[in-house]
């Protein structure tokens, strides 16, 4: 069995590279988040570097490193990759060991994961093949509002009357918000109504695997408040956040990393 | 669409499995000599053996367009057909193998119907009438109802009543619905005379019957001995198999073929040879594959130890009919019917055991898991055929509540290549292990027996 | 007599004014959606440019996205029916329109100066003029010149996702796996023109077929829709203005249906304000 | 609260459409709830249960369907399993699936495996109008009966079914001539009345039904103002509208919706049954034979042109009858057998020279402004 000092969990998405630096008793130490500009091999170079240098390490010095994502496979040197869903699994279970459902509202799609009380996947559904009720939504809402995505909760929540929208397309959704904001309905209308929409996939993704006593909630989404508390109502349930949403599949990557090498061994 | 991916057929673990094929060929070759030397033709549905082999024993060569439509996808060559049938106004939601067939027949027709030179594994013939079938989809009457639109041939629905679960063992039921399968068969009958201006060859017919029998008893065997673990054969094995005891049965080369099939499993069997090296996890299938991505099966035996141990209902033969029930038949329609409704109810005292519906696409799998000691399904929705994906989530359901079995759900098609993403179906695969590795250990503490 | 004509798109409006003739003036505006509800200053300053005033015009009509309400129009008219009459009076032996716009596309099938069949894709934005602009914008490049740099592949990326947002991360995939830009973006015009041509079909393309919309000016997408039609497609010189251009056509047979009364009292109803949009609340 | 008559009555039905299933059970009356037109009405209303039509629901996101039904099936039917999912059926005392289609007949099942009523039924439908079909489905509605029967406590007599059959068959007069109002231009009845007044019908009690039909012929009749003249008056070909939404979106585009072939209209109520000695016959061969929809195999013809006419010529007497100048194909998303019928239709209708507008839809509320372009440049076509 090899003996860890040091590790590393890349996580290299399609909009964010996302790299932790972990010590030998799984001890996170820094971690960095870096957008992919256009280039999986160099976003994951450099938020790894970035994450180094916040541990104040050197490459040299990590015994393993663990990748996921889409752009896993654009990682330099050597890496063990691991899928997105088992990497989340892995993550949210080290940071919420009582965490048995997982929302992940990533960029691209949203997922439920059930997980084992060890942090194995124990069941999962993904919207795939249309990026409807994805994450994005939350972005483009974000820039076509100007205003930070953390902000969005604040305004849904004094919504009175929320805009029902008749696109599930995040780039209709788009051109809709655009002209209700020109109209002048409420911000705080528009984004409930949106907030709502989502929430109601999200629920009808929940259904399908059951839901449990003790949920969580990951990915870029989580870091709108609003949503997370419509998600809250919606599924009857207290969602656990993480510090930092971003990096939960990056510690899995770590962790899982790990593992995979002892079982080889 | 020149597409870059590879085609990526799968190696297939028999032997003989690799003959397959031929009679896949065979039956498009035998139907181009017939049409050539002036013998009639049919296109005909997959109806689980109740009117092909009557039309066989008129003397007619049988084409079939769902299976035409998975070679045309195998091949990679659908694409063409499925924008022609689109463009004549066809949802795209429809059956991907009836617009692969309303494209083709529309591709027939503009060439005066003689076979285009380009036409995948050499091309259908004309027909001189079309044979639907009620059971499984409405697609299966409708989508040969439209190719009138085409071609100016008759077509005939051959009845296959469906009963509920509750239903079947309501008393009479069962009678009256084989009474009224065997009256239609008799219709049927009465059709083909006129058509062809000649009598039922009742002798052939019985020929044929036998034949079939036989063929399938060994497909059945076949079957049972894939229980064995290690399996001696997965489902990319099967999909070749089905050829000859789905389309041909009452073919004595099929028979011949079956023997050989089971000799080789057999001995598999008894040497436990496995399928898939290091067999870890036993999968089941449902319903129906990628035809044009088969070998990702053969990726996922070799990175993850997958075995498909067991795969789609439909498409396998029954359990032979009782010996004392089959002895009081003696008029063969009678035996057809009864055969072909025993396909589709044998596994409704299964459902009324778990108080379930529908007794077929489900209830099999009910039983199928214990058998096959299977750790998880593999479910494939296909965006184009609502029969083969209607009762997945509910299957799902039902598997996890009744046995702790998990499943995961890959999307794709049968023909369009375009809406199956490998490598997610990868990424699902991976975290699906530690699934199944979590429900093996739930089932061990909840006594399940696997 | 003048006559006007509108086209409140998605994100441009377009104004044409004409006389019994000809064309006067034509004005294309990108309005963008926050800007949509402007519609009217771009007609105020068309009249302007032209240096006329509102009451000269005769008869208004409306069409486009935005043609719900028009308080400075006097009747609106689909797209649909606009699109075919403004290519028609362009080129008379029209039988087929693709028209390729930022938020939909349609064909329409023209017999005898009349819509005879139409088609337009729905709920998703897969096959329509957005999902180049998107990836565009991942490739930071203009819209305007991705057209012209895809004409320099030489072997067109695959592209399998429908999805715009997906195809843009599949743009970032065969990126980062060495392919060339001008490759993945013929791709893309390749899956878009595919895409295209696959709704078109169903209303049976024949000659002679007229591109038009924003698309129609997008070279590449241009070459592979023609290569899948099987014959070159005709370019009106301005792609984008045949709607305006058949909503002042029908303004003037409108016109000239009226009764005098009518037009009088239809013109003093007219106010220059802000149009309604249709996904408005009612 | 006054009570309302009428177009106003049928309306505020159509809003709250268990209502009286909800009182009658309260009453200690029995409900049966029933998919399509095919379980015959007949045998319900002989045992003095209410016939409740399960329909979905427009404006309901769909938030369970997801966990029974893929997505690639029928919307109907997905709404359906979900809203019953939800509890909207749970006062059912009878359910009665039905083989209809694939949809109906895979959401009877998986309904059935989930939901449990005290009756519960799942009645094959063949596939062709052979007479084999006919006599073998005659013996289903005798098994459908006779589960009815237990529920219910009682015997059904064939004097009883024959009651019931007249009742049933007055009200199908009725509608015919609530649709005949519909001959002159413009139309006595708007097309989103009618779906009010044939859902209403639907979900009371036939008897309560027939008054209700007779309040709203005399008051069409009488009224100064209906639907206004417009251009397109319009056949809608199609599974169904069960909803103004739709019908009132299309009714602003400048048609008029006058007659149509739909399951909520005309197939439910265009034919008798006939009044035979033994009542199952005439069920039988009125619900097997005579209700007319795609899913029903009919033999090939000789020829193509008898074929096409034996499947679609009763269309020919509607657009004569109606004046009809345009053809709208509602397609509810992934219905098989309204989908293989489309090009064969739209080309026996533009042989009459009548344009055809095919539409696909969600059966969503939110996503039918999309839709009005559509509509409306339709309208733009029509003479």
Redesign the interface.
């Known amino acids: 069995m090899l003996q860890i000092s040091f590790k590393a969990g890349i996580d290299i998405g399609s909009v964010m590279a996302k790299a932790v630096i972990m010590n030998g008793d799984d001890h996170v130490l820094s971690y960095g988040i870096r957008p992919i500009s256009g280039s999986f091999a160099r976003a994951a170079n450099n938020v790894l570097t970035e994450a180094l240098e916040k541990a104040g390490l050197s490459y040299d010095q990590l015994d393993i490193v663990g990748a996921t994502g889409l752009g896993a496979s654009f990682v330099n040197g050597p890496h063990i990759e691991s899928a997105n869903v088992t990497c989340q699994s892995r993550g949210m279970n080290y940071l919420f060991p009582s965490v048995r459902i997982i929302i992940e509202i990533g960029d691209q799609s949203s997922r439920v994961i059930k997980v084992t009380e060890s942090g194995k996947v124990a069941d999962c559904v993904i919207n795939d093949r249309c990026a409807a009720g994805s994450g994005r939504i939350l972005q483009i809402i974000s820039k076509v509002l100007q205003i930070n995505i953390n902000e969005l909760g604040g305004l849904s929540v004094k919504s009175t009357k929320p805009v029902r929208f008749s696109t599930a397309c995040s780039v209709f959704l788009e051109t809709e918000i655009i002209s209700r904001v020109a109209e002048g309905t409420k911000k705080g209308d528009i984004i409930a109504g949106l907030h709502q929409a989502i929430a109601s996939k999200i629920l009808a993704m929940i259904r399908k695997v059951k839901i449990e006593e003790t949920c969580g909630i990951t990915g870029g989404g989580a870091k709108d408040a609003g949503l997370v508390e419509i998600l809250q109502e919606t599924i009857g349930k207290e969602l656990l956040v993480p510090e930092e949403p971003f990096i939960t599949a990056a510690i899995g990557a770590a962790l899982l990393a790990t593992e995979k090498h002892n079982t080889l061994d | 669409?020149e597409?870059?991916?590879k085609k990526k057929s799968s190696a297939k673990t028999l032997q003989t499995a690799r003959e397959a094929g031929n009679f896949g060929k065979k039956i498009l070759t035998s139907a181009r000599e017939a049409a050539e030397a002036g013998r009639p033709v049919v296109w005909a549905m997959v109806d689980w053996w109740l009117g092909t082999t009557i039309a066989k024993a008129m003397g007619m060569e049988i084409c079939y367009p769902e299976n035409y439509g998975a070679l045309c996808a195998a091949m990679r060559k659908a694409e063409p057909y499925l924008?022609y049938a689109?463009?004549?106004?066809?949802?795209?939601?429809?059956?991907g193998y009836?617009r692969n067939c309303i494209g083709y027949t529309r591709k027939l027709k503009e060439n005066n119907f003689v076979i285009p030179e380009d036409a995948p594994g050499g091309g259908m013939p004309k027909p001189l009438f079309l044979l639907?079938c009620?059971a499984a989809?409405?697609?299966r009457?409708?989508?040969f109802?439209?190719l009138?639109?085409y071609m100016?041939v008759?077509?005939?629905?051959l009845?296959?009543?469906?009963?509920?679960v509750?239903?079947y063992f309501?008393p009479g039921?069962k009678k009256?619905?084989i009474?009224?399968m065997v009256?239609?068969l008799r219709?049927f009958v009465s059709f083909l005379e006129k058509l062809l201006g000649k009598k039922m060859n009742w002798d052939n017919l019985e020929a044929k019957l036998d034949t079939l029998f036989k063929t399938h008893r060994l497909a059945y065997e076949v079957d049972l001995l894939r229980k064995a673990v290690p399996s001696p054969a997965v489902n990319t094995d099967f999909w070749a198999l089905m050829i000859p005891h789905l389309y041909m049965p009452d073919d004595p080369e099929a028979l011949e073929y079956y023997q050989r099939v089971y000799d080789e499993v057999k001995y598999k069997v008894d040497n436990k040879i496995g399928a898939v090296p290091n067999e870890k996890y036993r999968m089941i299938f449902s319903e129906l594959p990628p035809w044009h991505t088969l070998g990702v099966f053969d990726e996922y035996a070799e990175k993850y130890g997958v075995a498909f141990a067991m795969e789609s209902w439909n498409y396998h033969v029954p359990s032979p009919l009782p010996e004392d029930e089959k002895e009081k038949i003696h008029d063969p329609l009678e035996l057809i019917a009864t055969y072909s409704y025993h396909k589709f109810n044998e596994y409704a005292p299964v459902a009324l055991e778990h108080?379930?519906?529908?007794s077929l696409f489900t209830a099999p799998y009910l039983k199928y898991v214990k058998d096959y000691r299977i750790d998880g399904l593999f479910a494939h929705?296909?965006?184009?055929c609502?029969?083969a994906?209607?009762?997945?989530?509910?299957l799902r359901?039902?598997l996890m509540e009744k046995f702790k079995i998990?499943s995961v759900?890959v999307?794709g098609d049968i023909v369009d290549i375009?809406?199956f993403?490998e490598e997610?179906s990868?990424?699902?695969m991976?975290?699906?292990i530690?699934?199944m590795?979590?429900?093996r250990e739930i089932r061990k503490k909840e006594g399940f027996e696997w | 007599m003048l006559f006007a004509g509108i086209d409140i798109g998605s994100t441009i409006t377009k104004v044409v004014i004409k006389d019994e003739r000809s064309i006067i003036l034509s004005t294309i505006r990108p309005t963008g959606a926050e800007h949509r509800r402007l519609a009217h200053e771009v007609m105020r300053d068309t009249l302007e440019k032209a240096g006329l005033d509102f009451e000269q015009i005769d008869f208004i009509v409306a069409t486009g996205y935005g043609r719900i309400n028009v308080p400075f129009a006097d009747a609106q008219v689909s797209e649909i029916t606009c699109h075919m009459r403004g290519v028609s009076w362009l080129f008379p032996n029209v039988r087929t329109v693709i028209d390729i716009g930022g938020q939909d596309s349609k064909g329409i099938k023209v017999v005898d100066g009349k819509v005879r069949n139409f088609i337009m894709n729905d709920k998703c934005a897969a096959g329509t003029g957005r999902f180049l602009e998107i990836i565009a914008d991942t490739l930071g490049l203009k819209l305007e010149e991705i057209g012209d740099i895809s004409l320099r592949s030489r072997e067109p990326a695959s592209i399998s996702k429908t999805c715009a947002i997906f195809a843009e991360q599949e743009v970032l995939l065969r990126l980062s796996e060495g392919a060339s830009v001008p490759d993945i973006l013929a791709g893309l015009h390749k899956a878009l023109a595919d895409r295209i041509f696959a709704m078109v079909s169903k209303i049976r393309i024949e000659r002679d077929v007229v591109i038009t919309g924003g698309g129609a000016k997008n070279a590449g997408l241009r070459k592979w829709l023609e290569e899948r039609i099987g014959f070159p497609a005709v370019l009106p010189p301005e792609p984008l203005i045949t709607g305006a251009l058949g909503a002042s056509i029908l303004a003037q047979e409108m016109a000239a249906k009226s009764v005098e009364g009518d037009l009088a009292l239809k013109k003093r109803a007219r106010t220059m304000e802000a149009a309604t949009f249709f996904d408005d609340d009612q | 609260m006054t009570k309302l008559k009428g177009l106003a009555r049928a309306a505020q039905i159509d809003k709250n459409r268990e209502e009286r299933a909800k009182e009658i059970k309260a009453e200690g009356g029995k409900v049966a709830g029933y998919f399509c037109c095919y379980p015959p009405l007949e045998l319900m209303t002989a045992l003095d249960y209410m016939p409740i039509r399960i329909l979905g629901d427009m404006n309901e996101p769909l938030t369970e369907a997801d966990s029974y039904l893929p997505t690639v099936m029928c919307c109907f039917y997905r709404s359906i399993m979900d809203i019953a999912m939800k509890g909207r059926y749970n006062y059912l005392d009878a359910f009665i699936g039905a083989h209809a289609c694939d949809g109906a007949e895979r959401v009877s099942y998986i309904w059935r495996s989930y939901l449990k009523s005290p009756c519960s039924f799942y009645l094959d439908i063949p596939h062709t109008n052979h007479a084999a079909a006919i006599e073998f489905f005659k013996k289903q509605l005798i098994l459908l009966n006779g589960e009815l029967e237990k529920t219910a406590g009682k015997t059904a007599t064939a004097a009883m079914i024959r009651e019931a059959v007249k009742l049933h068959n007055r009200q199908r007069a009725m509608v015919r001539q609530l649709y005949g109002l519909n001959r002159n231009d413009p139309p006595a009845l708007s097309g989103s009345e009618m779906v009010q007044v044939l859902v209403a019908v639907m979900c009371i009690p036939v008897k309560e039904g027939n008054a209700l039909l007779e309040e709203v012929i005399e008051e069409v009749r009488g009224r100064a103002k209906g639907p206004e003249k417009k251009k397109g008056r319009i056949l809608i070909w199609g599974s169904l509208i069960d909803d103004t939404a739709m019908t009132k979106l299309i009714e602003s585009c400048g048609l008029n919706i006058v007659i149509d072939d739909t399951a909520i209209g005309t197939r439910s109520f265009w034919v008798d049954v006939d009044e035979t000695d033994d009542p199952y016959e005439g069920l039988a061969i009125r619900y097997l034979d005579k209700v007319v929809c795609p899913r029903t195999f009919r033999d090939t013809k000789n020829t193509r042109r008898e074929d096409l006419d034996h499947r679609f010529g009763y269309m020919k007497e509607m657009i004569k009858g109606w004046g009809v100048n345009g053809v709208y194909f509602n397609i509810i998303r992934n219905c098989d057998p309204h989908g293989y019928e489309i090009p064969e239709l739209r080309d026996y209708f533009e042989q009459m020279n009548l344009p055809v507008l095919v539409v696909e839809q969600d059966y969503a509320t939110t996503a039918l402004e999309s839709l009005r372009t559509r509509f409306q440049a339709f309208a733009e076509s029509i003479g």
């Not at chain 2, 929705?381 to 184009?384: A, G, Y």
């Open positions: 669409m597409d870059k991916k924008d689109e463009g004549d106004g066809v949802p795209n939601t429809t059956c009836a639907a009620g989809c409405d697609a009457y409708k989508w109802q439209s009138g639109r100016d008759p077509v005939w629905t009845e296959f009543p469906q009963t509920g509750m239903e309501m039921n009256d619905n009474t009224f009256q239609e219709a108080r379930m519906e529908p929705p296909l965006i184009s609502r029969p994906t209607y009762t997945l989530m509910h359901n039902l998990p759900i999307e375009r809406v993403n997610e990868h990424a699902k991976e975290a699906f530690e699934t590795d979590h429900y």
